[in-house]
């Protein structure tokens, strides 16, 4: 029997998994970390935490592992968060935080980027967001100009890990072309695009060597090995974004499904298999960005699962309860009743991802009185996000394809109210896998097909994902929710030229 390790650089921490060849968890652990922030909108890590954590975590994994298992691991992978980055030196030491993929302080660089009307932005659904690579580094050479002078190159979370745990320097695919600008039919790198934008020494700051997901990128550093007694014949297989990964995770990426990563933020993706159609309200399709020959469709909401620890943390909810905090937050829903007693919130507390790639729009509560509590106004949270759900699924059906089937991984798969509340007011069913850590047992899927497949990911996922329960719409409600869901709408509408004052 052989075993697969994924390790998953999340928004808030690391999680390691290893799983054998029919998708059976030996190992499950993890290690957190905090996220800096500076001024309203930046969001900051620092890289040396993140692999002090990687370590931590290898350590109990390596505690926790029998010697059989530690013998026959196959091949290690790793997801991580889109574009978080950072600035390198020569000796790849970090100059700089990491700029996380949350922060949104370039949103002037990326109006700029998106005003040059260039030919790239046709394959990324006609605009870039703040959330990306490009932007951030224009904004570091116009605000830190030292800093950017003095980088050797800028390096993604992805390849930091990738490099640390093999010495292997190079980028993913996955990330060059959903969050660099990589055009494949347009040659890769545009230099003409990016002198446009004063970047005229891009290929310089980026490393030359790119690689598909399911690369084999070589054995891991024999260092590694002997210290956490890892086989010194696992290789390493590239991975790539962990939302991207999580498709493979949730056995979601032929066209027609969809995989929704209920995490800090809600990552909904899709595979076409035309990847040259047009699309309005979403970024891509990408080509060859996560299945080689087929488009990725990304979608999703910037603030989703960040919004209930938002809530718990300002509402004092820790202070206010004397058992679990999420078993008193299921009782306190209880309590409520659909529609929150007329509360909407609007879900931009981050802007807005999909549709309307609107960094600018704010949260918002609309509708409180005197007579709600608390507890309306966390069920609103709930339902809030579930609306920004439902606007997405929309758009794919107008645009992309018809969904036959929806996957959901991610922390907030354990919130079963909360996933059957999405498909109540998105009418469609939602499958949650027995493994909902998509990102880690898609990272064990990837190092499956390469290792057992000859690259087949259908087989490995067949092999490794196996579906746990179906949530099936109450079709009563979704009808209930639609004149809500209306409301929630015209809530953006009327609040988004306020975002931009």
Partial sequence: MKYFMGIDMGTQGVRIGVFDEEGKQAIDVSKSWDTEYPKPGWAEQDPNIWWECVELALEDASEKMDDEVKANIATVSV?????????????????????????????????????????????CGGEAS????????????????????????????????????SGVLCSCMCTAVCKYHYVEDLGGYCQDFYDSLGLE???DKVFERIELIGADLGPLKPEICEKFGISKDAKLIMGGIDAH????????????????????????????????????????????????????????????????????????????CEIDVYVYLAEALRETEPGAGGVIMLDHFQGNRTPYKD??????????????????????????????????????EEEAFDIEEIVACGGGTKNIAWVQMIAD????????????????????VVGAASYLY????????????????????????????????????????????????
């Fill in 201 to 203: 020494d891009w290929n």
């Fill in 130 to 165: 703040p959330e990306w690579f490009v932007p951030k580094v224009m904004w570091i050479k116009r605000h830190l100009p030292d800093l950017y002078n003095d980088t050797y190159k800028f390096m993604d979370q992805l390849d930091w890990v990738n490099y640390k745990l």
């Fill in 359 to 396: 960094p600018f729009s704010k949260g918002a509560f609309y509708g409180l009185t005197m007579q709600h509590s608390w507890k309306d106004m966390y069920r609103a949270v709930l339902e809030g996000v579930a609306f920004g759900t439902y606007n997405v699924i929309t758009k794919y």
């Fill in 454 to 501: 000859n690259g087949d990911y259908e087989k490995a996922a067949n092999a490794l994902v196996h579906k746990a329960e179906t949530y099936l719409p109450n079709m009563e409600l979704h009808e209930f929710y639609k004149p809500i869901f209306k409301k929630y709408l015209e809530l953006y509408e009327q609040t988004k030229k306020l975002g931009k004052k």
């Fill in 245 to 320: 990964i999580g498709m493979f995770g949730t056995n979601a990426f032929t066209e027609g499904k969809l995989s929704i990563n209920m995490g800090t933020s809600f990552c909904i993706l899709g595979n076409i298999n035309d990847s040259s159609k047009k699309l309005n309200s979403f970024w891509g399709p990408y080509k060859n960005a996560v299945v080689d020959g087929m488009g990725c469709i990304e979608g999703g909401q910037s603030s989703a699962a960040g919004l209930v620890n938002w809530f718990i943390r300002n509402f004092h909810i820790y202070q206010i």
């Fill in 425 to 444: 007011i998105c009418g469609k069913p939602i499958v949650v896998n027995e493994c909902d850590q998509g990102c880690v047992l898609g990272c064990c």
């Fill in 79 to 123: 997801d991580a968060t889109a574009s978080t980055f950072f600035a390198i030196d020569k000796n790849v030491n970090p100059l700089c935080n990491a700029l996380m993929w949350m922060d949104m302080r370039a949103t002037e660089e990326t109006a700029e980027l998106n005003a040059t009307g260039h030919a790239v932005l046709d394959y």
